[in-house]
């Protein structure tokens, strides 16, 4: 009988406790082996008893493809390889990361995570030989050799009910309305979610943008008479000089947000037209996974345990061409996915009359 344990890194996103169930489905029902869920990524490693919880059959319901979050807990602070003490000091604590694996005797470790999550625990597999496989979630969509990753289709989704739900009001009122939604350096959310929700105007961090062509498309959709504008825009677009907008928390951690109210200010100087802002923020991350998550979620976890069964380690699972595959975690953190700007849908886009701000005019 085999151990395997099971985390969860980085932000959270909807779709994960669909994993941890699927995961869990698989490897008790299929194999016989036993599966442990460590609380909050790499800490529960960290902490004396190593944190974690034994997961049975009877509490792997269908609840879990429904519910938000993460049951087990996430972080996205704290890389293990310079870990910050109260005292202001970074240390090095991998190797008691490692040894928490080693004391829950595991035979395998499952981590769910993005880019840097990904990265950090493939680190920590190669220094204490540890037999880890990895399952892609990010609502950013920005991890390459996958087309999807959990969470991402559950964002676009809230996205496009934010943009039905501001059409009529914005309708209403004569206005423009800016939607700023998520998504660090890759425009995936705004480019699918603007047009799903039928946006006038998306601008994406890949597609730099001429603030005059962005007013233009707006005075143009006035003078044929509509009486409002859709905006998306990605959270890492910048000013028109490239600055970005960004929040600094408590802990000094910078993150994007808040080019929103920026831009909107500059619509209103450029055409006269009433605008306003929406900052969509973390609720794109939690809530009911829509079923393409719950699906994808389900097929990620049990091609993971599959892999442990055929003593296959270092590889992510992914989703290609209509099919789950596996690649090496190198491989896919090496890579990034941004916006392809040739591709099919910034072309569909384009073709559907949508402004990314880049057209002459
Ligand atoms: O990477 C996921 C993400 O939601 C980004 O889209 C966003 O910029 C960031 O995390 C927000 O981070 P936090 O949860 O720390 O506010």
Redesign the pocket.
């Known amino acids: 009988m085999k151990k395997i344990g099971i985390l969860t890194s980085?932000?959270d996103c909807a779709g994960l406790n669909a994993v941890i169930r699927a995961v869990t489905l698989r490897a008790i029902q299929t194999y016989g082996w036993e599966v442990y869920g460590i609380h909050q990524g790499t800490h529960g490693l960290m902490r004396r008893p190593v944190d974690a919880i034994k997961f049975e059959l009877p509490g792997c319901t269908g609840n879990l493809l429904r519910q938000g979050g993460t049951i087990l807990g996430t972080t996205?602070k704290g890389d293990p390889f310079a870990y910050p003490f109260p005292d202001g000091s970074l240390r090095d604590i991998s190797e008691e990361l490692i040894e928490g694996y080693k004391l829950l005797k595991l035979d395998a470790l499952i981590g769910i995570g993005?880019d840097g999550s990904q990265a950090i625990l493939r680190r920590l597999a190669q220094q204490g030989g540890l037999n880890l496989i990895t399952i892609p979630k990010?609502?950013?969509d920005d991890l390459s050799h996958t087309e999807h990753s959990v969470g991402f289709m559950t964002a676009v989704d809230v996205a496009t009910e934010a943009l039905d739900r501001l059409q009529p009001t914005a309708a209403s009122h004569d206005r423009v309305m800016i939607l700023e939604v998520?998504?660090?350096d890759a425009g995936h959310i705004a480019l699918s979610a603007g047009i799903a929700g039928g946006a006038d105007v998306i601008l994406i961090p890949e597609i730099p943008y001429n603030i005059e062509a962005v007013a233009h498309k707006i005075k143009s959709l006035q003078e044929n008479g509509r009486n409002f504008a859709l905006v998306v825009v990605s959270?890492a677009v910048g000013t028109e000089l490239g600055d970005k907008a960004t929040i600094t928390d408590q802990s000094g951690k910078s993150?994007?947000g808040g080019i929103s109210q920026y831009l909107a200010n500059r619509m209103t100087e450029l055409t006269g037209a009433e605008t306003r802002f929406t900052v969509l923020g973390?609720v794109q991350?939690g809530g009911q996974p829509i079923f393409q998550d719950r699906v994808l979620a389900s097929v990620f976890g049990v091609h993971a345990v599959d892999l442990i069964a055929e003593g296959k380690f270092d590889r992510m699972v992914a989703w290609q061409n209509r099919k789950v595959v596996d690649v090496p975690i190198q491989q896919a953190i090496e890579g990034y996915q941004a916006v392809d700007v040739g591709g099919t849908l910034v072309k569909t886009a384009r073709a559907l009359g949508i402004c990314f701000g880049d057209e002459d005019f």
């Open positions: 980085g932000g996205n993005g990010t609502i950013d998520m998504g660090r959270e993150r994007y973390h991350r």
